[in-house]
T-cell receptor
Framework: QKEVEQNSGPLSVPEGAIASLNCTYSDRVSQSFFWYRQYSGKSPELIMSIYSNGDKEDGRFTAQLNKASQYVSLLIRDSQPSDSATYLCAVKRTSYDKVIFGPGTSLSVIP | EAEVAQSPRYKITEKSQAVAFWCDPISGHATLYWYRQILGQGPELLVQFQDESVVDDSQLPKDRFSAERLKGVDSTLKIQPAELGDSAMYLC????????????????FGPGTRLLVL
């Protein structure tokens, strides 16, 4: 079992719709969770970080964490073509452990 | 806005040659990371520094890769000799603990160095 798993996609949604990106992780003691966006040929950029169970909202983005189910998701409301990118889920045990990245999910927002 | 700097941005080399990449983290960030990202995959940690000390290099192919951060600021990653399978994006990132948050730490990535080994 891989440590961090994501659907590779591609996930296609029409402009204005909600895009839902999912991620599961295997290490139950993980404490920190991150979503990065990566445009083709560019480096990852942090969108959201979440540490506690529940929802965390930032603009059009909502991260959801369920530690009991070892599941973290990212919702993008009112999707725009500029949201088309690969979204990387990343998980960390403690501040001193390494970050484990998932393989990423490719999102395409169709105008 | 502070950024992580990397150079070169692109490197083409022939197999068996030596290559070196440089990274300058965000000022004040004690933790520095080197990642390798193969097309279609997530970044894989090669080495992590805390100041000038190596914290994790378990995935670094030590027969050909080396990394140093002598003064605890900028860092160099070297490959000698390069192999065809080393073609990838090499990403540097830095982080500092989020104030008052246990278990919280975000990484900021540089633009990366795209390596092509022929």
């Amino acid at each position: 079992q891989k440590e961090v798993e994501q659907n590779s996609g591609p996930l296609s949604v029409p402009e204005g719709a909600i895009a839902s990106l999912n991620c599961t992780y295997s290490d139950r003691v993980s404490q920190s969770f991150f979503w990065y966006r990566q445009y083709s040929g560019k480096s990852p950029e942090l969108i959201m970080s979440i540490y506690s169970n529940g929802d965390k909202e930032d603009g059009r983005f909502t991260a959801q964490l369920n530690k009991a189910s070892q599941y973290v998701s990212l919702l993008i409301r009112d999707s725009q073509p500029s949201d088309s990118a690969t979204y990387l889920c990343a998980v960390k045990r403690t501040s001193y452990d390494k970050v484990i990245f998932g393989p990423g999910t490719s999102l395409s927002v169709i105008p | 806005e502070a950024e992580v700097a990397q150079s070169p941005r692109y490197k083409i080399t022939e197999k068996s040659q030596a290559v070196a990449f440089w990274c300058d983290p965000i000022s004040g960030h004690a933790t520095l990371y080197w990642y390798r990202q193969i097309l279609g995959q997530g970044p894989e940690l090669l080495v992590q520094f805390q100041d000038e000390s190596v914290v994790d290099d378990s995935q670094l192919p030590k027969d050909r890769f080396s990394a140093e951060r002598l003064k605890g600021v900028d860092s160099t990653l070297k490959i000698q000799p390069a192999e065809l399978g080393d073609s990838a994006m090499y990403l540097c990132a830095s982080s500092g603990l989020a104030s008052g948050r246990s278990g919280g730490e975000t990484q900021y990535f540089g633009p990366g160095t795209r390596l092509l080994v022929l």
